[in-house]
């Protein structure tokens, strides 16, 4: 008993010297808001954005897909699954399998939708799957990026996604199902690493240092509705991850966290 | 009393014809052509508030203003023509103050 006792101690020590880091899938191009239309590239990386730390393997995606929508116009779907191509993605500490593609973007809103494979996280003991978000703009002309989608757990933007100056607010709401999940728990990570997709690697230089491990992963809570609100201090992309959705989903018999993860990109004011 | 209600309906009229006015200019006109590759040109049309063009009127000109051709946007804001055999430019015509000039050298697929 004694011995398990301090089994157990040291494991809890070691758990909480490991730096606080959450895992964030990401769907990533350079640009939110887009003057022209063209070509643009694609990359899904599950990884720990920012230390640009361990980047899990990604099996094949459940689905990728894209909704345009434009003015008044009904949103359109394509299907973005065929399209994708493995590559192995090159963090600070590892490589992990991930995916890209290259989308030719119009005008209008573009919502990139990934449900992935669920993860297999050995050191907690349950599986992560990380239905993700990101809102591109071409043009300036909106669409329905108010509009829930309706992934099974989701992220819904409450201001414009892709005008954000640095230091506005974000504001979202997390649905489970379509409904407001009150109390949702979010982590929220900085991209802090920029992607570099000619190298398919992140870049080795940080854009901005943490003081101390809180502030590497930094934590708040949705209202009742389900609705959070978060000041945004730097430019670049920051990633919201709303945490276990559905406590009782399951993946081949073993605990799921289903979560909502959505990026937005900040732009300083000049 | 009358009096007031017919000053405070005439005010009220003001501010509204004023809201309308300003309403027309609180948006911007959008206009993007693209080349589809098959010798014709799909333009999309729109405002920066999201409301449609649809039925906003379309021209084509040659290099000095000659009309080229003429139509409207559709139902989903858009206006596609063949692709002139001669330089031309785009209009997107949304009244005084809200047209948009595509230049047809700058139209790529």
Known sequence: MKKKIVLFAGMMLLAMSLPAMAHFQMIYTPEAALNKGGKIPLALVFTHPFEAGHTMDMGKPEQFFVVRSRGENTPKKTDLLPTLKPVIWTSLTNSGAAWETGYTARGGDHTFCLIPDPYWEEGDGFFIKQNTKVIINVGGEPGAWMEPVGLPTEIVPLCKPYDRWTGNVFQGQVLFNGKPVPGAEIEIEYMNHKPLLDKKAFAKEAAAKAPQDSFVLQTIFADVNGVFTFGIPKQGWWGFAALDLDPDYTHKGKKCSRDAVMWIKAVDMK | ?109
């Open chain 2, 1 to 109: 009393m009358i009096r007031f209600n017919t000053r405070f309906i005439s005010t009220g009229l003001l501010g509204l014809s004023l809201c309308f006015s300003s309403a027309v200019y609180a948006h911007t006109p959008l206009c993007s052509c693209y080349d589809n590759g098959d010798n014709t040109i799909t333009c999309e049309g729109g405002f920066s508030d999201g409301s449609s063009a649809s039925g906003v009127e379309m021209r084509v000109e040659d290099k000095s203003g000659k009309q080229l051709l003429k139509g409207k946007m559709n139902e989903d804001s858009e206006f596609s023509f063949d692709k002139p055999s001669v330089p031309y430019k785009v209009i997107f015509d949304g009244g005084e103050g809200h047209a948009v000039e595509n230049d047809g050298d700058e139209i790529v697929e």
